[in-house]
């Protein structure tokens, strides 16, 4: 079953991604990219991280995409990209190279791995406590300080988007 | 569940942060309070100096000690806190070249100067950092604050363009940094940089491919922000389009933040595997230094040349990195000092003489400053001359320091490439002082505003230049104080 | 007493700084008067030496003073130090008493030129030159008077340098003359290598000792070098070239220097290093050898020539040939005799030609000469007994002293020496005469407009040509055979080293046996005939010479432009070395070296302009190097070991 | 010595630096005199270093000492001996006359005379700095007034040639940089003490491979700067664009840098190196010698001529130096002062006639002596002694050179000796087209003689060059100890190395053996 | 079974295409959208290791980096809605003004 779950929503995944990056409207891209992060977010269910699956879909598949798709209609780029491509004869070897990466990392993948450290962190323990309870002690115990720091990044964001996009300061 | 220590969040030792975050606030709010006439905002520039004196202030009350917060992961040791200095002076001096420059170019709000100091915070987090998470979140708010900088000219196409391409290649890049610090995750089981050395002892140093993979792709990701070859491609460009005062910031803090972060991973984390990367950044370290002074020689424009430069000047500091030893450590921060002050030197003598919109920063606009401007012209001849390592400037004896690193180690290969492009470098950095001298002007250079914050600044670096140069002692024995190695 | 030598240097070097620096300001008599004045008292000393050391007994005639320390660096010592001997001193009397002579007349000669106080600084600074030579006690000293002569000699030579001829002349001259101190230079410091010294009287006491075999190979070259600045000095083959053309200065110079002292300077080191000659048999067959071509081979450039101070000029080689030969077969003192007569008998020439030149307002060619005797009586009388004395007849100086020669090159020397000595004889007395009555007999041939102002030279300088007459009568009866003053004079120099036995042991050859007064009558007969085809040839039948070169038509040629010399070494030398630097220059240093360094500098530059093409600005290219750069790194970092 | 007298000499132009700053840059003629007289005080200051200068000993004189970055164990260390006395004596002497000469430049005459005085800091410098961190720092800031003056008051292509000077001598001094850092290390893996002090470098053993590359890498910086053919091709380009007084110094001070060095550290710091190299920087030094002369020969430009005159008169001082004895080091050091001395002067010459004439063709040239007969006197002095006419004081050296090399190796030293012949022909030849002959430009007829001025600054060499053709010793004496302490280290270490290559045993390089003076044995001298 | 390879290969797949994707595409916005496809692939790994080791750094982690998405996300939007502002175009091919 759960063997059986992860092939389909690899393979979902996968096939969105290469959707993405093939399709020529902005707007199916993000579409496609959506049911990406959602296969994703089963992803992480079955490994038992069901805070993160929910914050996936939350707010990376709702908030993050429907920001990207509002731009897209914002600025009406619902057409398809030029043909003429400046750097076509990048095409085929930046491909070939996405092959060799692959290729390169599942070389590594397969030579003799994960010696790390095991945690204490076993699932029976996580769903004894809960998920999304241990996040959120660890948040404020161990990660207080990139947590509460995070908080700048958020509002330098938020100055920068007023910056940046407001049409008059 | 763990305990929670109220010892372990030490408020103290991140101080200097929530200063700089608070008066970053304040200055927003000050701007919003104001009425809002651009060119005279005098006010939030002496704003956030005083709020970096401040943070000086506070970060120097916490040196000599050696202290790991926040769970071990926040470092507050001599070398974070000069870091840290360097960072506030790199700051400081940009905002007193920025001061002018904002006005002319009409970006005159308080968000430039909140999003420095906010840029700060994320530097003084990623020297600080001591787990891969506080590196990785410093580096983001450092990064995001300096995308938006950099696209601050919003009507300006060039500095749109600067901003995407930093912005996309950037995030490209974290994206492999991400990748890396999974994999060295998945293969150590730890975040924290102790944890993984300790774990790596614990193995007797010996480490398997996918580690190796990790590392690799933190070099990639660091070495992008370091602007190191062949993840340098994004410098020119940005440096050329970004208003120039952030240009100045760009090519000293940023690059010093992310050379704290590098030298932090790969000595306390990485140092047992050294024999395995050495190579890598010996390479890089060579491109880096060859790419960066091969280029320059081939430039008009001088923001874009001083970008090359600074690609060189990356190459550099790489060597102390391969050497990897305490001479190397305590080089490197001596180094980035001394560069700190010579490249925004160099920077505010661009904004002195270009005028809006950055016309005249073709380096043949030069030509005649050292007749028309003395002062000018001799402050630029000795930042060039300083960071071509001529003595007895502070670049030199920067040099000098990394190079007896690198001989110290063995590398004395790496020394001679060294040097042999620092003599490539010479022919450009000496260009500009043929044509500010040697040429006759080509422009007048009656309409120069000069003002005082900016004179400081120039003043300032001169001063440091050179005395980092006549009596570097003081400073170097801070610097071999503040090594992350045992002594 | 011997001190006061120290006052023979002082005077002409005092006398030649006050009139360079301040001669410009004084009257041209005050600048006759303390040039005349400074080699006067200089006179007057070297005659007070002179008797002094006569005072002494012959095995006592050394004296050697030291004024300081020049040079001394470790073992290497040498000394600002005179010596007096026999030698030396001789030579200083020679050189004030001509020189004096000379001096007096130049205040004549040149009294309407404008470089007067010039002309008598270098003079006065070339006698004191001269005499640094001659008084040096050691090599290095003698090597700093030799190339001071040379430098006054190219000073005096170029005297007239708007000339293009004359500044030619004086830059050949000093040029020619460095490829000898070249060659002595470099004996000087194998002499040092060898005696750990340069001081004369310790080398030549080392090397009479039998420190040094004879023969023996460093003495050899050590020998060649020095007889390589020799042939330099005194214009010997294949260093002759220059002393031709050095007739560009003043008369007055050409007879001091080109004649009577300077270039005697090669005979006079001869002799005084005779001791080392005397060890290698091989250099002295050398100096025989160059001495007797040269002889010859000027002996019959002279011919032909046609500028009357050419024709002194190329017997002036002619005649240190002699000297050279001389000492070539260990006559050093007829070598030395031979000197001294030549110095009166030349000087005494070359004034007259100055004064013949004088009198017809510079011209120099005798063909455009001719019966000047009744216009300038007492030139013609004095250049009469020079002119016979320089052919040999007895009893006038040249005969004693080339006899001598003549005799010593057939007893120690042999038979093709001596016969190519007298065929040089012939030929001498033939050219001289030949000059003398081309420019003193038969029609005037100039043009009218200097016949015109043809008149005597002034007292001044008629005088020095009377007492160089004299001089050229009598001094020969220095060395006349069997009363030999010279000889017993000389004696300690060339027979106190124990090197008699070496002559005996090894350096002569087998001794042919000749009668010396057979002799003396065989070389007078010689010279007669000389004589005689002159007058054959140019009073009795004056068309008889055209017809001759017009017969042999191509050994005129080549004899009336010197064998070609001056233009094969002009080949060879000069303009192969122009072109060899030329080339150095243009393709070696500007092409290639140069080259390179700015080529690298290009290369570089180039590299830059093609590595900024990789910065398309474009983003997605940018990305593109990430990704190649991180495939290399992984791949590097995983499985590069 | 209480008073750091070289410190005084050293830094007082500096202080001069600050005096001139304060003037106001229009009042040009005050600037001038004030350089002059900086320059002038700096010379008399330098003369109590030879009255007071103990000949008797070869230790260090006048030494000062102070921690300047004690982390690295560098040491304000400075000092000298009888190697460098004379070069500062040089210095001092001849930075006075160059500003003299130089009172015809009118462009920005502040800038100028801070370059001068500048550089004359860091030429004493170098020759003073015992430490040699110090050194370095003295020897690269020199390039920077040099560069400036070049590129600012030189002539049509100032800019390349100043490129060029600075690029081709920091190539050459980077490796040095690198060797003096090695040496650091090899200092403190030796005895455990970090420190930059030349005295206690002098103390190292290193192995003969080590050497090798550490007197590599010194060699390339110091034959760029003497400059040793083939590295040559800075000089005629700097040369013939700098201004007067730049030539003059670059030909007079900034060369003897190159040699000195050769002598102060590549000989006492690896003998036995050095040794081995003798052969190669011989033949060096003779092409250099022939090269520089028969090219020197062909040239049009004055400048150049006198520039390619350097060259092979440069090749005679490092032949001295080579000869590994007593000979051949003093004449050099003796030479170094001769050419400073007679080059300069020519320079000043070619200056003077280029201020009348605005050419240095020499085609432009000719029968000047009419014109000029006092500037002719001068002329005529110089070039003789550049000729090395005995008397005069190039003479001395060569000779020097030539009686030490000889000693040692017979063939080089005649084969150098023939620079003394081609040395007569370029010099004579030149000096006739300039001052002999007709005048053939009626520009010429015109020219005026040499004034107070020019006077003052040519009387002084002449004296100088008299002074040591006839009275050496005065000079020499006071080499002596210092000169036969150098042999004496380099001898002990070189002469193993000698024997060992006679015997073709280099392993025995270890063994010690009784210093001798002359390294190579009188009686064994080399055909 | 699903192993852990089996996610890091999906993680390695997911992430090859999303820098493939920034290689060829032109829009800006898909390129951010592939970027953002990169960083879902390391957060799947970063899970998974987390999930394999038993620990919680990995799920921590990718609590961050999403908020650090969301940042970046939300700048890098407004960077190409000014850039569009100023050339009506989001093209990066037509974005290299500034090159060499």
Redesign the interface.
């Known amino acids: 079953m759960e063997a059986y779950l992860f092939y389909i929503m690899a393979a979902v995944s996968v096939g969105a991604a290469v959707y993405l990056i093939f399709e020529k409207n902005p707007v199916h891209s993000a579409l496609y990219l959506i049911m990406t992060l959602i296969s994703i977010a089963v992803l992480y269910i079955l490994l038992e991280a069901q805070f993160i699956a929910a914050v996936q879909i939350i707010v990376y598949a709702g908030a993050i995409m429907v920001l990207f798709l509002f731009v897209i209609m914002l600025l009406n780029l619902n057409v398809r990209e030029e043909i003429k491509d400046v750097l076509l004869f990048q095409k085929i070897p930046a491909i070939i190279m996405g092959i060799l990466l692959f290729l390169t990392i599942c070389l590594i993948l397969k030579s003799r791995f994960l010696q790390g450290k095991q945690g204490e962190y076993t699932s029976t323990y996580i769903n004894t406590i809960g998920n999304t309870k241990l996040i959120g002690n660890l948040l404020f115990t161990d990660y207080l300080l990139p947590f509460e720091l995070t908080s700048i990044l958020l509002f330098v964001a938020a100055i920068g988007v007023i910056i940046l996009a407001k049409r008059k300061l | 569940m763990t305990n929670v220590s109220v010892m372990s969040f030490n408020i103290l030792s991140i101080l200097p942060i929530l200063t700089l975050a608070g008066f970053g606030i304040i200055v927003l709010m000050v701007d919003l309070l104001s009425p809002r006439r651009p060119g005279d905002k005098n006010f939030l520039a002496y704003i956030s100096l005083i709020g970096i004196v401040v943070a000086a202030i506070l970060t120097k009350n916490s040196t000599g000690t050696a202290l790991f917060s926040f769970h071990e992961s926040f470092a507050i040791d001599n070398y974070s806190l000069f870091f840290n200095f360097i960072f506030l002076l790199s700051t400081g001096l940009v905002i007193l070249i920025s001061h002018n420059y904002i006005k002319r170019e009409e970006i005159n709000y308080g968000e430039y100067y909140a999003l420095i100091l906010f840029s700060t915070i994320g530097m003084m987090l990623m020297a600080s950092g001591a787990d891969l998470l506080n590196i990785y979140i410093g580096l983001e708010i450092m990064s995001v604050s300096i995308y938006i900088l950099t696209g601050f000219k919003r009507s300006k196409v060039t500095s749109n363009e600067a901003s995407l391409k930093y912005f996309l290649l950037g995030a490209f890049a974290t994206g492999f940094l991400l990748y890396g610090i999974s994999i060295i995750y998945g293969s150590t089981g730890a975040i924290n940089l102790k944890e993984i050395a300790g774990f790596i002892a614990g193995k007797g140093g010996t480490v398997d491919p996918l580690f190796l993979m990790g590392m690799g792709l933190i070099i990639i990701g660091l070495g992008f922000k370091v602007a190191s070859v062949p993840f340098h491609a994004w410098v020119p460009d940005v440096y050329e389009g970004a208003p120039t005062a952030i240009t100045a910031f760009m090519s000293v803090g940023p690059k010093a933040a992310a050379f704290a972060a590098f030298f932090r991973v790969f000595l306390t984390a990485f140092g047992s595997t050294h024999y395995e990367w050495q190579k890598i950044i010996y390479i890089i370290a060579v491109l880096t230094m060859t790419v960066g002074n091969v280029i320059a020689l081939a430039q008009t424009n001088i923001k874009r040349m001083l970008a090359y430069s600074s690609i060189a000047h990356a190459g550099y500091l790489l060597i102390a990195l391969v050497a990897a030893n305490n001479l190397g450590v305590s080089g490197v921060l001596f180094y980035v000092l001394a560069y700190t002050f010579m490249n925004i030197g160099a920077f505010a003598i661009v904004i002195v003489l270009s005028q809006k919109d950055d016309t005249f920063i073709q380096i043949n606009d030069y030509a005649g400053l ?2 028309k401007h ?1 002062f000018l012209a001799i402050a630029m001849t000795f930042f060039l ?1 300083s960071m071509a390592g ?3 400037m502070a670049g ?1 004896v920067g040099k ?1 320091y990394i ?2 690193a690198a ?2 180690s063995g590398y ?1 290969g790496l ?2 490439i060294g ?2 492009n ?2 490539i470098s ?2 450009y950095y ?2 500009i ?2 044509i500010m ?2 040429k006759e002007p080509v422009r007048d250079f009656t309409s120069l505003t000069l003002s005082p914050l900016i004179i400081a600044a120039i003043v300032i670096s001169v001063i440091g230049t050179l005395h980092l140069g006549i ?3 003081q400073v ?2 801070i610097a ?1 104080q503040s090594s992350l190695l045992p002594r | 007493m011997f001190n006061l030598v120290v006052l023979v240097l002082l005077f002409p070097l005092l006398g030649a700084a006050i009139n ?1 620096l301040i001669g410009k300001r004084l009257r041209k008599e005050t600048v006759g008067y303390i040039a005349c004045g400074a080699i006067g008292l200089a006179f007057f000393v070297s005659v007070l030496v002179f008797c002094k050391l006569l005072s002494l007994p012959p095995d006592g005639r050394l004296f050697e003073k030291q004024l ?7 073992s ?1 010592q040498s000394a600002l130090g005179l010596q007096i001997d026999p030698l030396s001193t001789l030579m200083i009397l020679v050189v004030t008493g001509v020189g004096l002579l000379i001096h007096i007349y130049s205040i004549g000669y040149m009294h309407e030129d404008k470089g007067f106080h010039r002309y008598f600084c270098y003079l006065n600074l070339f006698t004191f030159s001269m005499l640094l030579l001659v008084l040096g006690n050691n090599f ?1 000293l003698m ?2 008077g030799w ?2 002569v040379g ?1 006054s000699s ?1 000073l005096l030579i ?1 005297f007239w ?4 001829s ?3 002349a ?2 050949k001259a ?2 020619v003359n ?2 000898g ?2 060659g002595f ?2 004996g000087i ?2 002499v ?2 060898t005696f ?1 010294s340069i001081d004369f009287t310790d080398v030549f006491r080392s090397a009479s000792q039998g420190n040094t075999a004879i023969g023996s190979f460093t003495v050899t070259i050590i020998t060649l070098l020095l007889f390589m600045g020799a042939t330099g000095k005194s214009a010997q083959i294949p260093l002759y070239t220059w002393l031709p053309d050095a007739m560009e200065g003043p008369t007055p110079v050409s007879a001091l220097i080109h004649a009577a002292t300077m270039v005697t300077a090669g005979v006079y080191m001869i002799a005084r290093c005779n001791v080392l000659f005397l060890l290698s048999p091989f250099t002295m067959t050398i100096v025989a050898s160059i001495g007797a071509v040269t002889a010859l081979f000027a002996a019959s450039i002279g011919l032909v020539q046609n500028d009357i101070k050419r024709v002194l000029a190329y017997s002036t080689i002619s005649q240190l040939g002699y000297m050279f030969l001389a000492c070539g077969v260990g006559a050093f003192t007829a070598g030395v005799f031979h000197l001294m007569t030549h110095a009166f008998f030349k000087a005494l020439l070359f004034l007259g030609s100055g004064s013949v030149i004088h009198a017809l307002s510079g011209e120099m060619d005798i063909r455009k000469m001719g019966g000047l005797r009744h216009h300038i009586p007492v030139t013609y009388k004095t250049f009469l007994i020079g002119t016979v004395a320089i052919a040999g007849i007895p009893p006038f100086a040249g005969f004693f002293s080339k006899d001598e020669i003549l005799l010593e090159s057939l007893t120690h020397g042999n038979f093709l020496y001596w016969s190519i000595a007298a065929v040089t004889s012939l030929l001498t007395a033939f050219y001289m005469f030949r000059l003398l009555f081309l420019t003193f007999y038969g029609e005037s041939r100039g043009d009218h407009h200097v016949m015109e102002h043809i008149h005597e030279s002034p007292r001044n300088m008629t005088i020095p040509l009377i007492i160089l007459a004299g001089l050229s009568a009598v001094g020969g009866f220095f060395g006349i055979p069997g009363a030999n003053v010279i000889h017993g004079f000389l004696s300690p120099i060339f027979g106190t080293h124990g090197n008699t036995e070496i002559l005996k042991a090894g350096a002569t050859v087998h001794h042919s046996e000749g009668n010396p007064y057979l002799m003396m009558v065989i070389s007078t007969v010689i010279a007669l005939a000389g004589i005689f085809m002159a007058y054959q040839m140019y009073i009795k039948r004056p068309e008889l010479p055209k017809k001759l070169a017009e017969r042999f038509h191509i050994i005129y040629k080549i004899l009336l432009n010197k064998y070609y010399v001056d233009e094969i070494y002009d080949i060879l030398f000069v303009k192969l ?2 072109k ?3 080339l ?2 243009k393709r ?2 500007v092409q290639i ?2 080259g390179s ?1 700015n080529g690298i ?1 290009r290369l570089i530059g180039w590299l830059g302009n093609v590595l900024r093409l990789t910065q398309t600005g474009y983003v997605r290219n940018y990305a593109f190097y990430i990704v190649i750069g991180c495939i290399c790194i992984i791949l590097f970092a995983a499985f590069g070991r | 010595m209480s008073v750091p007298i070289l410190s005084f000499i050293t830094f007082l132009p500096i202080i001069g630096v600050f005096f001139i700053l304060s003037i106001d840059s229009r009042r040009s003629e005050l600037v001038r005199i004030t350089a002059l007289l900086v320059s002038i005080v700096v010379f008399f200051l330098s003369l109590p270093l030879y009255f007071h200068f103990d000949a008797r000993t070869y230790d260090m004189q006048f030494v000062e000492k102070l ?6 164990g ?1 040491n304000y260390h400075v000092g000298i001996d009888g190697i460098s006395l004379f070069l500062i004596l040089l210095t001092t002497f001849i930075t006075p006359i160059s500003i003299l000469a130089s009172w015809h430049i009118t462009k ?1 005459v502040k ?1 100028y005379m801070i370059a001068m005085l500048v550089l004359e800091t860091a030429m004493v410098g170098v020759f003073i700095a015992l430490d040699l ?1 110090l050194f ?2 003295f020897w ?2 020199m ?2 007034p040099m ?2 003056l070049i ?2 008051w030189g002539g049509p292509r ?2 390349y040639a ?3 000077f ?3 001598t ?2 050459g001094s ?2 040095m ?2 060797a003096i ?2 040496l ?2 090899l200092h403190h893996r030796a005895t455990g003490e970090y420190t930059f002090n030349l005295l206690e470098f002098y103390r190292l053993d290193i192995s003969f491979a080590v050497q090798f590359w550490l007197f590599l890498a010194f060699f390339i910086a110091f034959a760029i700067k003497v400059p040793m053919f ?1 590295f ?3 000089l005629p380009d700097a040369h013939v664009e700098a201004p007067t007084a730049g030539s003059v110094i670059l030909a007079g001070v900034l060369l003897k840098m190159g040699t000195y060095g050769f002598v102060r550290f590549c000989l006492p710091l690896f003998p036995e190196v050095s040794h081995a190299f003798i052969p190669v920087i011989s033949w060096m030094a003779i092409a250099g010698i022939i ?1 520089g002369a ?2 020197a ?3 049009d430009d004055l400048k150049k001529l006198v520039a390619y005159s350097s060259v092979s008169h440069l090749g005679f001082v490092m032949l001295g130096i080579f000869a590994f ?3 051949g080091i ?2 050099s050091i003796t030479q170094m002062i001769n050419h400073g001395l007679s080059t300069g002067a020519l320079f000043l010459i070619v200056g003077m006639l280029y201020e009348r004439r605005h050419t240095r063709m020499i085609a432009d040239f000719g ?1 000047l ?2 014109q000029i007969p006092v500037f002719a ?1 001068f002329f005529l002095i110089v070039t ?1 002694s550049s000729i090395g ?3 005069l004081n190039g ?2 050296g060569e ?2 050179i ?2 030490g090399m ?2 040692s190796r ?1 063939l080089y ?2 084969l150098a ?2 620079g ?2 081609l040395a ?2 370029y010099m ?2 030149m000096f ?1 087209r300039v ?5 053939t430009h009626e520009e010429n007829r015109t020219l005026k003689d040499m004034n107070k001025r020019e006077l003052a600054t040519l009387i002084p060499i002449v004296l100088l060059i008299f002074w040591i053709g ?4 005065s000079f ?2 006071k080499m002596d100890a210092s000169v036969n302490h150098l042999l004496q280290k380099v001898g002990g270490k070189a002469n193993v190395v000698y024997n060992a290559q006679r015997q073709g045993k280099l392993e025995h390089l270890q063994e010690n053996t009784t210093p001798k ?2 390294i190579v044995p ?1 009686s064994e ?1 080399e055909w | 079974m699903v192993t852990l390879t089996h996610y890091l290969v999906l993680s390695a797949i997911l992430f090859t295409l999303g820098v493939v994707g920034v290689m060829i595409r032109r829009n800006a916005i898909i390129i951010f959208m592939c970027i953002e496809l990169m960083l879902n692939a390391v957060n799947l790994s970063f899970v998974s290791f987390a999930h394999f080791l038993n620990s919680m750094h990995g799920q921590m982690f990718v609590f961050f980096t999403m908020t650090v998405a969301a940042a970046e996300a939300a700048v890098g939007l407004a960077i190409i809605v000014a850039i569009f502002r100023n050339k009506e175009t989001v093209n990066i091919d037509d974005m290299n003004i500034m090159k060499w």
Do not use: C
């Open positions: 050292g007749f003395p001359l001529v003595p007895p030199f000098f190079f007896s001989i110290k004395v020394a001679i040097v042999i620092s003599v010479v022919y000496l260009r002082t043929v001298y040697m009596f570097p002692s170097m024995e071999q | 360079g300081f320390s020049w040079i001394e660096s470790g290497f290095l090597f700093v190339e001071a430098l190219y170029g340098f708007e000339k293009k004359a500044s030619d004086a830059k000093f040029i460095r490829v101190d070249f230079a470099l410091m194998l040092f290598l750990h070395t122009k060899i630097s030329v150095l220059w070696v240093d070296i140069d360094v500098a | 921690r300047w970055i004690p982390s690295f560098i920005s800038e961190f370095f720092v690269e800031l390039l920077i560069y400036l590129g600012i100032r800019i100043a490129i060029k600075f690029i081709y920091t190539a980077v490796f940089f690198l850092i090695a650091y290390f083939p040559h091709t800075w090269y028969l090219v020969m062909v040239q004895n007593i000979q003093e004449g029968g002596t009419k006197v003789l006419l005995p008397g003479f001395v000779f020097l030539l009686v000889f000693k017979i030293a005649s000796a023939t003394i012949i007569a022909v004579l030849w006739q001052m002999f002959q007709e005048i006839i009275y050496p010793n020499l004496r003076i002359d009188e001298a």
